[in-house]
């Protein structure tokens, strides 16, 4: 049983081959980890896989069906939902508006709905509006629903893209760094949230992240590229210890190739 | 969520819209009485500003997709309605009898034909072009503005350079008063704040802050352009059409590019984004424009200095994207306890 399926995924850029046959398999339910260290492909993967990127070569299966050469807004239907690592939030937008944004499966009327203020119109707001709600309160941003979300803390603006994310109502979520610029606190605190997403939201998630604390604590399967290619893959304890992962974080001893060794 | 608290009220709405279209003809006759014909003309040309602007910014200020041709779709308007008033009227007259209600029928139904083939257009440029992004579009609409005019300079069934005026000597009707001009004002300016205080209005300012993101959230944003670009030139389309029927004839001369470029002066002045600010910047055009004729050569000048002033003054435009505080601008229909 496999959610997302990556097959020899190749993706170039004039002469940089960015990703060379790069291969894995999410399981559902489960939190897998992406690393590597930086320029090695990562997000590369993410642009490939939600349709920034047209893949070069390969495929992308996601439940059921191929997403290679569909566009983003698609494959957000789909079900697959993500966030950025340079933030992207609407910044002039409030908080509550940026996660309702996302909810086109929640809203049945349409445009002229709008225009005579019709009670379906009504009722999509309301149900809108409920549902950013029940998200930012998962993400603990819910005193800040009103806030313009171009003025929240950084970390704050993190978990806004994630419960902008959830909106979409995703069977997937692609975190891109969600870590990134948060304090050992709400580091624990993100790692907590991301288990209950999967836990009670029942969401499959893919987790790029430099901090390794919360890589190893959360993800149940680690992925690690670099240079465009997968080095190694395994549980966190395996990663740990791997030689070629310890080489491509730390360098090597000798200027010698690395023992052609595969991926499990 | 069917809820009661969400049943439109209609009645009341009935009764406020009845009073606010009374309110306009009381007004219109305050106007009529008070006031000399050349500051009529001023309050008629601010109220068409208003609805220029106030489309307009619906596309370049909440969606952030800058148009720069605008005085095309207004010219599409404008000669589609004369074209459609003039060869309308006879008919409607022999429907209904000659008077004040048949005047008031083909008026009403002209504007609407200029509205649907500005909006028609607007959906044949913005198709292709919309995907292009900044400079690029404004570009493309820059150039659609020129090619309306020149084909209006050369279509001899429509007069040429020398304009349309109808088939009488006495020129185009001037069915356009303060009444009309004010129920249109509010007609559009209610259309864009209903689309715009809605998931669609919510999606196409997600579209200007970030396009990429906006994407990845499933937003249709091919669709959503094309559709404020088309409402937008609708709107462009009845200004032009009340334009047309405010004088015995339109030039081609009328909708040159410095016609878009006042209409973008509009919005920027009064705050890209912001309904109320279009209008204000609407109507602040109109009136210092106006008022600076009898300095002649001196006012443009003299108008250019003022943009500068105001945009090192204030560069975010006198509202910003703030709204208003008035009740009809509230941020939509959230009634206390939905949450």
């Known amino acids: 049983m496999t959610l997302l399926a990556l097959d020899r995924v190749d993706k170039v850029f004039g002469g940089l081959r960015a990703l060379r046959a790069v291969s894995f398999e999410v399981a559902p339910k489960s939190i897998f980890g992406l690393i590597g260290p930086n320029g090695a492909g990562k997000t590369t993967l993410f642009n490939v896989i939600t349709g920034v990127y047209r893949p070069d070569g390969g495929h992308v299966r996601f439940d059921g069906s191929e997403l290679g050469g569909l566009a983003p807004a698609r ?59 029940e998200l930012l309160a998962v993400l603990g941003l819910n005193e800040h629903a009103e806030d313009v979300a171009g003025s929240l803390p950084y970390g704050s603006q993190r978990r806004l893209e994630i419960a902008r994310a959830l909106m979409l109502g995703p069977k997937l979520l692609l975190l891109d760094e969600p870590a990134a610029g948060m304090n050992s606190a709400e580091a624990r605190e993100l790692e907590r949230q991301i288990r209950f997403l999967r836990d009670e939201l029942g969401v499959t998630i893919v987790l790029v992240e430099h901090n390794m604390s919360v ?40 200027t010698a190739d690395p023992p052609g060794e595969d991926a499990p | 969520m069917e809820t009661a608290a969400n049943k439109p009220r209609w009645a009341l709405r009935a009764l406020v819209g009845a009073g606010a279209v009374a309110l306009i003809f009381a007004a219109g006759l305050g106007v009529q009485a008070g006031f000399v014909e050349y500051v009529q003309r001023i309050i008629l040309l601010a109220g068409i500003n208003v609805i220029l602007a106030v489309g307009l910014n619906l596309i370049n200020g909440t969606t952030g997709q800058f148009s720069i041709g605008h005085a095309g779709f207004m010219a599409v308007g404008a000669y589609a309605a004369a074209f459609t008033g003039v060869h309308l009227a006879p008919h409607v007259a022999a429907a209904l009898g000659a008077g004040g209600v048949a005047d008031a029928v083909t008026f009403n139904l002209a504007l609407l034909v200029g509205a649907l083939l500005a909006g028609a257009t607007g959906v044949l440029v913005g198709l292709p072009s919309l995907r292009l992004k900044g400079d690029y579009l404004a570009i493309v609409t820059l150039g659609f503005g020129e090619i309306i005019r020149i084909l209006l300079n050369n279509a001899q069934f429509l007069g040429a350079a020398t304009g349309y005026s109808g088939d009488s000597a006495a020129g185009l009707p001037t069915y356009t008063s303060f009444f009309w001009v004010y129920f249109w004002v509010l007609v559009v300016v209610g259309l864009v704040r209903n689309v715009t205080f809605s998931q669609t209005g919510r999606s196409l300012i997600a579209i200007r802050e970030d396009e990429i993101a906006a994407e990845a959230m499933a937003t249709p944003t091919t669709r959503l352009k094309v559709l404020a670009f088309t409402l937008s030139a609708a709107t462009a389309g009845i200004a032009g059409g009340l334009f047309a029927h405010m004088q015995s004839g339109i030039r081609p001369e009328d909708f040159k590019f410095d016609k878009s470029i006042d209409m973008i002066v509009m919005i920027i002045v009064g705050g890209l984004g912001s309904i109320s600010g279009a209008a204000i910047g609407g109507i602040f055009v109109a009136v210092t424009l106006e008022l600076m004729r009898d300095l002649q050569q001196y006012r443009l000048v003299l108008y250019a200095l003022l943009l500068i002033v105001i945009m090192l003054v204030r560069p975010e435009g006198l509202l910003g994207s703030r709204e208003l505080g008035l009740a009809f601008f509230r941020r939509a229909q959230k009634k206390p306890g939905a949450t």
């Open chain 1, 75 to 133: 494959i957000a239907e789909l079900g697959v939902a993500r966030t950025f690592q340079n933030i992207r939030l609407f910044r002039a937008m409030t908080v509550e508006e940026n996660v309702m944004v996302a909810g086109h499966k929640l809203q049945r009327s349409g445009v002229l709905s709008a225009i005579f203020r019709t009670t379906s119109h009504a009722n999509d707001e309301s149900a809108l509006t409920k549902r950013a709600r």
């Open chain 1, 215 to 254: 890589v190893m604590s959360v993800c149940e399967r680690i992925h690690v590229v670099d240079h465009g290619e997968t080095i190694a893959e395994g549980t966190p304890a395996e990663i740990k210890v791997h030689p070629r992962v310890l080489a491509a974080y730390l360098g090597q001893e000798t």
